[in-house]
């Protein structure tokens, strides 16, 4: 039993779920459905029954690589409500009253008896054989597709050939028909349920070609808007354009119940489907063309959602994917909102470092900006406020048209389209704040560029109520730990969002490590609504260095101009407090030996950020170039590497760690560290370790692998040399506390 528990606890912290709380319902619909091949893939959700509200709901969509392995190219996946709205519709049918053999024909020529003359060669004869029967079946006219009767006929109206003594065609006699059958036609509707579908998520998948099949990233989605048709049996489609091995899709739906910031209306689909861009006149007036709609009476306030993804790139100015627009959204004729559609920040993927592979295989960062998208990530869904152009129990119209361009080339530019039109009540609350996400520390995969951190915390808070936000409590810290506060000031408008930098914490240890944030009296009130002031997430610590170590940066062939030769890279280290502790040299080409720069840097104890910036945002090995490849790494001193960045990176890599021992005021309480991470032939543990008396040291599946008895001190070095390269577990007797290190 307590293994099973151990390895439940492990799972954890490799998913790194965040916390939820007790009110919240999770739902799969999709569990590593794999996806191989160019198509739709359904499953039927069981969704709440629509008695409670919720204030949030999100989708977590993992993609990951099927039981066949990845696929290499970027295709485009979309998850989609299949929504029964209740109505029926039908369609006009024809069928006739009766069939010729299966077929349907206008007229049928028949005989009572008829024969087939040929000449026997065997016999050198004349001789006959009776016609094969026709098949006629008639159909009743009340129930057009149910047959009611079955008869058969012999043709009629032919020629039979006449021979003479050798079996020569001399003359031909018509073979007279006793009857003629004329069909007609029976008029009938057919009946179906009204489904429509709406998009609620967009991924670009990955370069993946040989990655490792347990590759997976999840991307998270707020839905909580389609929550009307996310209830009772839904039917939810994972859609692939591509071909190949393909991916695997696992949906989680997360419910969580409350009261919303305003109540929808209604939804519905302005645009959606894939529309090929061949001039900008077809393009506005037959396919984004204006659309009109109603506002219902009970409706004070209405959104736009936009998601359009621009793809095809093989004609003389690289549309749509390679070229940079906006579009704009008109309602009654006057222009709301104009829109850049664009993703100016590919070179920042979140899916990096790489994915090692035993065959070699890795994702690339695949830096290269595009219309709205990058490989491996979801679309950018882009919300535009129309409220002010409502008129209740009034209809408007909706025109979003594209910026123009011409082309010229083999490939027709596409857009990929999806808007939706929602109509709400108005807002639920007046003074009220709400905390939408922990950006650092985190362990969502689409901050990983930058977590684990241990400098200063950055989240993102809304305001929930109508009463514009002007000031905030913002309690925060470590659970167990110290409590920090901080005032923000600002001006948010309902629904607006900041992201919010705080001070730094005076520690990162408590009874857990799980980073924790509180918000209070908004505007120097209490909250209209409180239950959403509070947000935790686990997270990482960060690895832990010498007070000494160097960087040796191999610069490639890219440089900031060919004048100078001085390279588009270079390197900075950050104090905790984000005041320069160190930065590299000047680095030009031909100057050192196969380019290479080495820095020893000697440090204080404490945190630190070292970020190393690409100015041409292709790191230093991009293979679509021919700069060449370079490298990044850190080593002791004297000693060997102890980290080695992937060269392809991108525009930037940033990474956070410790140096020397625990500071002062950051006395750790029953708890241990584990450095440096990685390591390779040895770890230090520090902590109070008498505390613990045993610790246990297990791999990745949980198996047993060594135990540490008779502690004493505040640190013990231990030998990991004769273990396999991976990820290890090291927990206290009672697993209250765990912590991982890896083996290179």
Avoid at 224 to 244: C, M, N, P
Avoid at 464 to 477: A, D, K
Wanted: hydrophobic share 35%.
């Amino acid at each position: 039993m307590v293994k099973k528990n151990f390895t439940l606890i492990i799972g954890l912290l490799l998913c790194g779920l965040d916390v939820f709380s007790s009110d919240t319902t999770m739902i799969r619909t999709h569990d590593h459905v794999d996806m191989t091949w160019y198509g739709n893939y359904d499953k039927i959700g069981v969704f709440p029954d629509g008695s409670e509200t919720y204030r949030k709901i999100y989708l977590h969509y993992t993609m990951g690589c099927p039981s066949s392995g990845c696929a290499p190219y970027d295709y485009t996946t979309k998850i989609e409500v299949l929504h029964n709205t209740g109505e029926i519709d039908s369609t006009l049918q024809q069928t006739p009253a009766f069939t010729v053999n299966g077929v349907g024909v206008d007229t049928l020529i028949i005989s009572d008896t008829s024969y087939i003359y040929y000449w026997d060669t065997l016999t050198s004869m004349l001789d006959s054989t009776i016609s094969i029967p026709i098949e006629v079946v008639y159909f009743d006219t009340i129930q057009p597709t149910m047959p009611i009767d079955t008869l058969y006929y012999f043709p009629g109206g032919f020629y039979n050939m006449i021979f003479d003594s050798i079996g020569n065609i001399i003359d031909s006699i018509y073979v007279n028909p006793t009857g003629l059958l004329i069909n007609s036609i029976n008029n009938w509707y057919s009946y179906f349920d009204v489904i429509e579908k709406y998009e609620i998520a967009r991924v670009i998948t990955p370069y993946g070609g040989n990655i490792p099949s347990n590759y997976a990233f999840k991307h998270i989605f707020d839905i909580t808007d389609f929550e009307s048709i996310l209830q009772d049996s839904v039917k939810i489609r994972a859609h692939y354009s591509g071909w190949g091995n393909g991916w695997s899709a696992t949906l989680d739906f997360e419910f969580i119940k409350g009261i919303p910031p305003r109540n929808v209306n209604s939804i519905e689909n302005i645009y959606s489907g894939s529309y090929s861009y061949v001039n900008s006149s077809d393009f506005e007036n037959n396919k984004l063309n204006s659309q009109n709609f109603l506002i219902q009476p009970n409706t004070t306030q209405a959104m736009i959602k936009m998601t359009a993804t621009g793809h095809g790139f093989d004609n003389n100015i690289n549309a749509a994917e390679f070229k940079p627009i906006d579009y704009f959204v008109n309602v009654n004729g006057l222009l709301a909102h104009t829109q850049f559609n664009w993703n100016d920040d590919c070179g920042e993927n979140p899916i990096y470092p790489y994915y090692e592979n035993p065959n070699g295989g890795y994702i690339h960062t695949w830096i290269l900006d595009r219309a709205n998208w990058c490989p491996g990530l979801r679309a950018k869904t882009f919300d535009h406020e129309i409220t002010d152009y409502i008129i209740p129990s009034d209809s408007i119209e909706i025109d979003i048209d594209f910026q123009g361009y011409s082309w010229s080339g083999t490939q027709t530019p596409s857009y990929i389209v999806e808007s939706q039109l929602l109509q709400y009540q108005g807002s639920n609350f007046n003074n009220s704040a709400e905390i939408t996400d922990i950006i650092k520390p985190s362990s969502k995969d689409e901050y990983s560029r930058f977590n684990p951190t241990c400098g200063k915390p950055l989240i993102e808070i809304r305001n929930y109520g109508s009463t514009t936000l002007n000031t905030l409590e913002i309690e925060y810290g470590i659970i167990g730990g110290s409590l920090h506060t901080y005032n923000w000031s600002g001006s948010l408008e309902f629904l607006e969002t900041e992201e919010v930098e705080l001070p730094l914490l005076t520690n990162w240890h408590g009874t857990k490590d799980v980073f924790y944030v509180k918000l209070n009296n908004p505007n120097g009130q209490a909250d209209d609504y409180d239950v959403n002031n509070y947000m935790e997430t686990v997270f990482e610590h960060v690895p832990q260095y010498q007070d000494k170590f160097a960087v040796w940066t191999t610069i490639n062939n890219g440089v900031i101009n060919s004048w100078t030769n001085e390279s588009e890279t270079s390197w900075v280290f950050f104090k905790d407090d984000g005041s320069l502790h160190a930065a590299s040299q000047q680095m030009f080409l031909g100057i050192v030996p196969q380019n290479q720069y080495r820095d020893t840097i000697d440090f204080e104890s404490g945190c630190y950020t070292f970020k190393v910036t690409d100015l041409g945002e292709n790191g230093l090995d991009y293979g679509y170039n021919n700069d060449g490849v370079g490298s990044i790494k850190l080593r002791n001193v004297p000693g060997t590497t102890f980290k080695d960045f992937h060269p392809d990176f991108g525009s930037n890599i940033i990474h956070n760690f410790r140096v020397g021992s625990i500071l002062s005021n950051e006395k750790i309480i029953h708890d241990f560290i584990i450095y440096p991470i990685p390591a390779k032939d040895e770890i230090v543990i520090s902590g109070d370790l008498i505390k613990f008396n045993v610790l246990t040291i297990v791999d990745n599946s949980g198996r047993f692998v060594k135990e540490l008895s008779s502690l004493s001190g505040s640190q013990l070095k231990v030998d990991i040399s004769n273990l396999s390269r991976g990820v290890y577990f090291i927990s206290s007797h009672d697993k209250s506390i765990i912590r991982k290190f890896v083996k290179q």
